[in-house]
């Protein structure tokens, strides 16, 4: 075991896997020898060399696009955007054709890739630097979308999205990259994909979340005095229906709570499945605590945007009192 | 003869005020009269200041990430020497020289980093676009801005910037692809600083310039010193005539070096040689342009004093502006949103802080009535 942040643990993630399997390679923008923006691949190049950790021109659909074709070729890349705000330019080449390519082909041709995203805000960057649009790629259907919020799961899941038949994108929360350490197996271990994970127990209310808004959330929980039930869905799609569902009937009440704008996000459609299969057991609307349907502004102004704790207390009062 | 040549060409490049101080007579002579360039280099001067400032502000947490110019003055500002008033100026972020130049109040560029909107909101009379942190798309808004003076018939052009990390993009290609197809007066800088963030110039384009690009698209193009203001102004003017007079883009690699980190959140030494900064270093080109005025007579210690006061003096009037200004209302980023603020997106404005039921407070007074 090592104390690591979601930073080292995604790192430990990535070299275990190069060392695994060589059709593992990493792809991206200053990923080489800066070791990332954010430093997420230090020392990998000087690990597994040039050809396998690999500095590209400056170009996210040319990144996302060879991944493709290299993915298609039976190798296994791990495609970096250095942020969520430059998918723009790779989206044509992931929802076009890595999501499409299975059943395009019936099955023929597939694309196992995983492209790593550093999302959200709260570390005072600049535009375009601090979005949270995983909702786009999980309406997108052929991708699977995976948000962790600690450094166990980051690990565990991202190991399962390496070695997982079908494209992933991989959001890591920027937020929570070094705010903690967590204990983390140095022996390689696979999370499933699609299993939420019932962060704390309670009986009253059930909180949904996922990447870094958990940590707002585990916040929230500790200054009230209910009992509540916190889910992180860890894996946004597939996602864990049952657990939110099982938790949902024992509690009657939920708050959903989400970076992303509320209009069309994903808390929208949790709360429909909700409805769906816990009608009778609810005690209150379904509540959604989330980002505005706005821009994310300059970061003056973005702990306004973002849910805090103030605002998910607020939303347990309420909903308690309802 | 079945195999002929198709194209031989070539690719000029200019310089004229070298980095030994050698200047070249016959095409630098009246190109700039030495009053414009006491003014340009002390434009150059006021820049460099402030980019030092604002490294010191981001150090002492007092401002966000900030990208810095240093070493780069001399393309933007040459360029924005020639253009008109009314021609659009689309550049990236390592502008800030030409964009003063313009009349842009430089605590506008401060602002911007300061995490505030505001600082982007430019007069209109300026023809500026804002600072475009996606690499390599604002190229495309100014075909598009070059295009409508064309629809129109005027004679205004634009000129866009971005660096040589930029040419990678496809929305680079694309927009030179227009141009030159589509006959739009536009002028494509490219800053050719020689690194983006940690990735060399080799891995963008291995073609021994970047300026033969323009060539696959059919446009005219030159490299130039782009550490020589001279030369700068020469490539434009031949650009801008160009443009302006025969409605064709033009292409213009300007030769310069990021000579400090690619923002403050960055540490090029981890990925570059000190000898080569170094080398670059000895190439300023505000250090150039003083010796060669020195040299001339039209500049000396003194004036150099009272400058160096002068632009002390203007930097802490500007970090104060960008520093006094008040803190924006959080309502800002709703109401910035549409013209006309939907209702739905109204009621988060004015419930964000007090309820979330629905964000619609009166559900939480309905409870005693439901029938439970």
Redesign the interface.
Same mark, same amino acid.
């Given at each position: 075991m090592a104390n690591l942040t979601l930073v080292q643990a995604i790192n430990l993630a990535l070299v275990q896997e190069m060392e695994k399997d060589d059709r593992v390679l990493l792809l991206g923008e200053d990923i080489g020898i800066n070791g990332g923006v954010f430093r997420v691949t230090e020392d990998l190049q000087k690990r597994f060399g040039e050809h396998r950790v690999v500095d590209t021109p400056l170009a996210e659909s040319g990144i996302i696009g060879t991944s493709i074709g290299l993915a298609m070729a039976g190798l296994r890349p791990v495609p970096e955007i250095q942020f969520d705000g430059f998918l723009g330019p790779a989206y044509d080449q992931i929802c076009s054709h890595a999501a499409r390519m299975r059943t395009r082909t019936r099955g023929g041709l597939t694309v196992p890739l995983t492209i790593r995203v550093p999302v959200g805000g709260g570390i005072h960057a600049p535009e375009l630097h601090s979005d949270s649009p995983e909702n786009i790629y999980i309406h997108q259907p052929g991708l699977k979308v995976v948000m962790p919020s600690s450094p166990y799961d980051a690990k565990g899941l991202l190991i399962a999205c390496l070695r997982d038949p079908d494209p992933c994108i991989f959001f890591e929360p920027k937020r929570i990259y070094r705010a903690f350490r967590e204990e983390v197996p140095e022996d390689e271990y696979v999370l499933p994909i699609g299993k939420a994970r019932t962060v704390c127990e309670g009986e009253e209310m059930t909180i949904v979340s996922w990447g870094a808004s958990v940590v707002q959330c585990m916040q929230a929980i500790e200054k009230s005095e209910k009992s509540i039930e916190l889910i992180d869905l860890r894996t946004l799609y597939p996602f864990d229906m049952d657990a939110v569902e099982a938790s949902v009937k024992k509690t009657g009440r939920c708050v959903i709570v989400h970076e992303a704008p509320k209009t069309g996000g994903f808390g929208a459609e949790i709360a429909a499945r909700i409805m769906e299969r816990c009608f009778l057991h609810l005690e209150a609307p379904v509540q959604r605590v989330a980002g505005f349907d706005t821009i994310m502004p300059y970061y003056k102004l973005e702990l306004e945007y973002l849910p805090d704790t103030e605002r998910i207390s607020l939303a347990i009062d309420e909903l308690a009192a309802y | 003869m079945p195999i002929t040549n198709a194209l031989t060409t070539e690719i000029q490049r200019v310089s004229i005020l070298d980095e030994h101080g050698q200047f070249d007579e016959t095409l630098g002579k009246d190109l700039i009269p030495n009053d414009d360039l006491i003014r340009l280099y002390e434009e150059m001067s006021l820049c460099r200041k402030l980019d030092e400032i604002a490294f010191k502000l981001q150090r002492s947490g007092r401002m966000?990430?900030y990208p810095q110019n240093m070493g780069q003055e001399a393309n933007s500002l040459g360029a924005a020497y020639v253009l008109n008033q009314d021609d659009w100026l689309v550049t990236c972020y390592r502008e800030n020289c030409g964009l003063f130049h313009r009349g842009l109040p430089p605590e506008k560029i401060l602002l911007?980093?300061?995490?505030? $909107?505001r600082g982007n909101n430019i007069d209109p009379e300026l023809c500026i676009t804002p600072i475009a !942190?996606? *690499?390599?798309t604002q190229m495309l808004h100014a075909t598009g801005l070059a295009w409508a003076s064309k629809y129109r018939g005027e004679k205004r052009i634009a000129c866009t910037f971005f660096g040589d990390? %930029?040419t990678? $993009?496809?929305?680079f290609h694309e927009a030179m692809n227009f141009a030159a197809n589509l006959d739009i007066p536009v002028v494509f800088f490219c800053q050719n600083n020689h690194w983006?963030? @940690? !990735?060399p110039g080799r891995? #963008?384009c291995s073609a021994p310039t970047v300026a033969q690009r323009a060539i696959a698209y059919g446009m005219d193009t030159i490299q130039c010193d782009g550490n020589d203001i001279f030369a700068v102004v020469y490539c434009m003017r031949k650009a801008v005539e160009l443009a302006r007079e025969h409605g064709r883009p033009f292409f213009i690699e300007g030769v310069t070096y990021r000579l400090g980190d690619h923002t403050t %959140?960055?540490d090029a030494r /981890?990925?570059r040689d000190e000898e080569e900064v170094e080398l670059w270093r000895q190439r300023d080109p505000i250090i150039r342009v003083r010796d060669y005025m020195k040299q001339m007579g039209i500049w000396d210690d003194s004036k150099e004093a009272a400058l160096m006061e002068q632009v002390e003096a203007e930097t802490a009037a500007i970090v104060k502006r960008a520093e006094s200004i008040e803190?924006?209302d @959080?309502d800002?980023?709703?109401n910035a949103?549409y013209a006309e603020i939907p209702p739905?997106?109204d009621l #988060? /404005?004015r419930t /964000?802080?007090? @309820? @979330?039921?629905?964000q619609d407070p009166s #559900? *939480?007074e309905r409870?005693q009535t439901s029938s439970?």
């Amino acid at each position: 075991m090592a104390n690591l942040t979601l930073v080292q643990a995604i790192n430990l993630a990535l070299v275990q896997e190069m060392e695994k399997d060589d059709r593992v390679l990493l792809l991206g923008e200053d990923i080489g020898i800066n070791g990332g923006v954010f430093r997420v691949t230090e020392d990998l190049q000087k690990r597994f060399g040039e050809h396998r950790v690999v500095d590209t021109p400056l170009a996210e659909s040319g990144i996302i696009g060879t991944s493709i074709g290299l993915a298609m070729a039976g190798l296994r890349p791990v495609p970096e955007i250095q942020f969520d705000g430059f998918l723009g330019p790779a989206y044509d080449q992931i929802c076009s054709h890595a999501a499409r390519m299975r059943t395009r082909t019936r099955g023929g041709l597939t694309v196992p890739l995983t492209i790593r995203v550093p999302v959200g805000g709260g570390i005072h960057a600049p535009e375009l630097h601090s979005d949270s649009p995983e909702n786009i790629y999980i309406h997108q259907p052929g991708l699977k979308v995976v948000m962790p919020s600690s450094p166990y799961d980051a690990k565990g899941l991202l190991i399962a999205c390496l070695r997982d038949p079908d494209p992933c994108i991989f959001f890591e929360p920027k937020r929570i990259y070094r705010a903690f350490r967590e204990e983390v197996p140095e022996d390689e271990y696979v999370l499933p994909i699609g299993k939420a994970r019932t962060v704390c127990e309670g009986e009253e209310m059930t909180i949904v979340s996922w990447g870094a808004s958990v940590v707002q959330c585990m916040q929230a929980i500790e200054k009230s005095e209910k009992s509540i039930e916190l889910i992180d869905l860890r894996t946004l799609y597939p996602f864990d229906m049952d657990a939110v569902e099982a938790s949902v009937k024992k509690t009657g009440r939920c708050v959903i709570v989400h970076e992303a704008p509320k209009t069309g996000g994903f808390g929208a459609e949790i709360a429909a499945r909700i409805m769906e299969r816990c009608f009778l057991h609810l005690e209150a609307p379904v509540q959604r605590v989330a980002g505005f349907d706005t821009i994310m502004p300059y970061y003056k102004l973005e702990l306004e945007y973002l849910p805090d704790t103030e605002r998910i207390s607020l939303a347990i009062d309420e909903l308690a009192a309802y | 003869m079945p195999i002929t040549n198709a194209l031989t060409t070539e690719i000029q490049r200019v310089s004229i005020l070298d980095e030994h101080g050698q200047f070249d007579e016959t095409l630098g002579k009246d190109l700039i009269p030495n009053d414009d360039l006491i003014r340009l280099y002390e434009e150059m001067s006021l820049c460099r200041k402030l980019d030092e400032i604002a490294f010191k502000l981001q150090r002492s947490g007092r401002m966000g990430t900030y990208p810095q110019n240093m070493g780069q003055e001399a393309n933007s500002l040459g360029a924005a020497y020639v253009l008109n008033q009314d021609d659009w100026l689309v550049t990236c972020y390592r502008e800030n020289c030409g964009l003063f130049h313009r009349g842009l109040p430089p605590e506008k560029i401060l602002l911007h980093w300061m995490g505030d $909107e505001r600082g982007n909101n430019i007069d209109p009379e300026l023809c500026i676009t804002p600072i475009a !942190v996606p *690499i390599g798309t604002q190229m495309l808004h100014a075909t598009g801005l070059a295009w409508a003076s064309k629809y129109r018939g005027e004679k205004r052009i634009a000129c866009t910037f971005f660096g040589d990390g %930029a040419t990678s $993009e496809g929305d680079f290609h694309e927009a030179m692809n227009f141009a030159a197809n589509l006959d739009i007066p536009v002028v494509f800088f490219c800053q050719n600083n020689h690194w983006a963030i @940690s !990735v060399p110039g080799r891995i #963008q384009c291995s073609a021994p310039t970047v300026a033969q690009r323009a060539i696959a698209y059919g446009m005219d193009t030159i490299q130039c010193d782009g550490n020589d203001i001279f030369a700068v102004v020469y490539c434009m003017r031949k650009a801008v005539e160009l443009a302006r007079e025969h409605g064709r883009p033009f292409f213009i690699e300007g030769v310069t070096y990021r000579l400090g980190d690619h923002t403050t %959140a960055d540490d090029a030494r /981890r990925y570059r040689d000190e000898e080569e900064v170094e080398l670059w270093r000895q190439r300023d080109p505000i250090i150039r342009v003083r010796d060669y005025m020195k040299q001339m007579g039209i500049w000396d210690d003194s004036k150099e004093a009272a400058l160096m006061e002068q632009v002390e003096a203007e930097t802490a009037a500007i970090v104060k502006r960008a520093e006094s200004i008040e803190a924006p209302d @959080s309502d800002d980023f709703f109401n910035a949103m549409y013209a006309e603020i939907p209702p739905d997106l109204d009621l #988060q /404005r004015r419930t /964000r802080r007090t @309820s @979330s039921i629905g964000q619609d407070p009166s #559900q *939480i007074e309905r409870p005693q009535t439901s029938s439970r």
